[in-house]
Every structure is written in structure tokens, then in C-alpha cells.
């Protein structure tokens, strides 16, 4: 079983990205280990008011810190063609050998719509996600081997081709999911797993369905990532915590699937709609740090070995002085 790193969340969609990098970087400082930074086209309604290209700013953090790296998440299904995700990644994990890791989903329709295709169900958009991961493993493995590989399927073409640019290892692969389907063809297919905080047995059930696949594949599930983001808001007061919550993080009080609002300025009008209470069970909001130790506990009990903490308020210097202080040297597997 791995040992338990606490990374930071770096929340592309709230913070310039010169800002972001500044903060990543006070954050190791404090005791977090490792950066979770997501591939937004868009922030989720405009008062987050920032959306910079991942690639870029994952390099800037190579340069600024230590630990681990990656996108936490992005679609090579849409926007991307998975040939360059795997280019991407492959050149982040060249310059930074050992750090980075790759974390992929079946996308949303806020960052990926806005180049016109048509936006399929649910289905297709995760059977496009596999069949994308299935290229880029292909380009991993032949790239390292020294050869080239073509592909042709159902959604993606591929001409005889290899990544020139390429680490000794290739990056891990880990694929957010928040469904026991995608889960289990995970398991069978990737390194790892990724989702957000949610009821503990929603997550316990993931976590069966994932190593269920990898047994099927004879994979040891105890050795393969579990990664969890987990929103929070802490501020000096209860009072504040809950404001910050309510104005830069109401779609985290949305219960309901997003993935298939295209517009920060929709989800603006939907969040006129909801209410301190919505928050109740997705999301701790609270002034005492130790009720935040004792939620993220409850989540590293359940087995994760990656943990990303991301506090919704723009107080984020005083909350990694607090949580670093406070609660990370608390945290134990």
C-alpha cells in the first residue's frame, strides 16, 4: 500500500495563472506534496473569472516545485485529438522525470462544445475516452520501443507516427470516474483512479467495481493509484466559509450531472438557485480545521493514497498556513 501524499489543488478557473504557480509553490512549503491542476476552457460561472491552458502552467510548475504533476483532468476526445494529449504528456514527463501523471475523463460540454461538434450522450462520450486511451497507450509504448503505430477505430484515426519527444517511463494513466461502469473498464484498462469527494459508499462501490476489473486483468489493485479531489471551504468564521462557498463555488452545491451545460453565464442563472443546505453531504464548509481533519480522514481510510485539497475562497495563503499547520501533519494512513 502506498504511503499518503496531500497535494494541492490548483484551481486554473479561480486564479491568473502567475498567481496559481506563486500559490502551488507557498503551498509545498507548508507540507503539501504534489499539484492537481484541471483543463478548463472556462470557469464554471464567471465570478471565478479565469480558465489558462494547463499545459502551460503544469510546465511552470515543474520549474517551482518538487513533487507530483498532472491534469486533474482533461478530455482527449474533443477539443483534443488524443495523439496530442499523448504529446503533451510525453514531453511534461520527459522534463520532469518521474513527477508527472496523466489524468483523463470523457469530457463536459462547458470546455469542450465550444469547437462546434455535436455532443453526444453519455455513453459515446466515455466509449471515445477509451478508445482515445487505447491511442494514446500505443503511442506510450511503441514511442519508448522506438517505433511507429497507426490506429483506426470507430472515432479517432492515427497514421503511422511515434512521439520523437519521450520519457524512459511513460506517465500513468489515471481516468476520472464517478460510475461503477467506467470504474471497472478503468481498472481493466489504466494505471488508476480518480474521482471527487462524494458519499462514502459511492466511493466504496468504485473502488469495488475498479479492482474488480483489474483482477479480471491480472492486476494487483493494492498497487494502483487511488486519487481523490476534495472541495472545501474554511475561513476564520462559519459564516464566511459559507459565503465563499454560495459566491466562487455554487456549482458545488448543483445536484444534479454538468456535463452537459456549455456556458459559465448558465450556470450563473442556475446558481441563483441554491442554497446553503444544497452543500450538505458534497462539500465541508466550516471555520474549525479539525472537522475538516476528521472529513478528510474518513476519505484516506476508505483507501485513497492521493489526496488534492482545494478550499473554494480566494483566502487560499491563510487556509494553506492553517491546513499545513494544522491538519496535513494529522492526516494518516
Do not use: C
Amino acid at each position: 500500500m502506498a504511503s499518503l501524499t496531500v497535494g494541492y489543488a490548483a484551481m486554473l478557473e479561480q486564479f491568473h495563472p502567475t498567481e496559481i504557480v506563486e500559490l502551488s509553490a507557498y503551498a509545498e512549503t507548508k507540507g503539501f506534496s504534489g499539484v492537481m491542476a484541471a483543463d478548463h476552457f472556462q470557469p464554471w460561472v464567471p465570478q471565478q473569472g479565469q480558465a489558462a491552458f494547463v499545459w502551460n502552467v503544469l510546465a511552470a510548475l515543474g520549474e517551482r516545485t518538487k513533487g507530483d504533476l498532472g491534469p486533474g483532468v482533461t478530455a482527449p476526445t474533443f477539443r483534443w485529438h488524443p495523439a496530442m494529449v499523448a504529446q503533451a504528456s510525453a514531453t511534461l514527463a520527459a522534463m520532469y522525470p518521474g513527477r508527472h501523471w496523466l489524468g483523463l475523463g470523457s469530457g463536459e460540454a462547458l470546455n469542450e462544445h465550444i469547437t462546434g461538434q455535436y455532443w453526444p450522450e453519455a455513453p459515446e462520450r466515455i466509449n471515445r475516452m477509451f478508445e482515445a486511451i487505447d491511442v494514446i497507450k500505443k503511442l506510450f509504448s511503441a514511442s519508448i520501443a522506438g517505433k511507429d503505430i497507426k490506429h483506426s477505430g470507430p472515432f479517432f484515426k492515427l497514421e503511422s507516427t511515434r512521439l520523437w519527444t519521450m520519457p524512459k517511463v511513460a506517465p500513468e494513466i489515471l481516468v476520472a470516474t464517478a460510475g461503477p461502469v467506467t470504474a471497472k473498464r478503468a481498472g481493466k484498462t489504466v494505471d488508476g483512479l480518480i474521482t471527487v469527494g462524494a458519499p462514502l459508499e459511492k466511493i466504496d462501490g468504485l473502488f469495488a467495481r475498479f479492482d474488480e476489473g483489474a483482477r479480471e486483468v491480472g492486476k494487483d489493485p493494492t498497487t494502483m493509484p487511488k486519487v481523490l479531489q476534495l472541495h472545501m471551504s474554511w475561513a476564520e468564521t462559519d459564516e464566511e466559509a459559507m459565503r465563499n462557498a454560495m459566491v466562487e463555488w455554487p456549482n458545488g452545491g448543483m445536484k444534479f450531472p454538468k456535463a452537459d451545460i456549455r456556458s459559465p453565464f448558465e450556470f450563473e442563472q442556475i446558481a441563483k438557485l441554491v442554497r446553503p443546505e444544497d452543500f450538505e453531504g458534497r462539500m465541508i464548509i466550516s471555520a474549525d480545521p479539525d472537522k475538516h481533519l476528521q472529513y478528510i480522514q474518513k476519505f484516506v481510510d476508505l483507501g485513497f493514497d492521493r489526496v488534492y485539497l482545494h478550499n473554494v475562497g480566494r483566502n487560499q495563503r491563510e487556509w494553506i498556513d492553517v491546513f499545513g499547520a494544522q491538519v496535513l501533519p494529522k492526516l494518516h494512513r
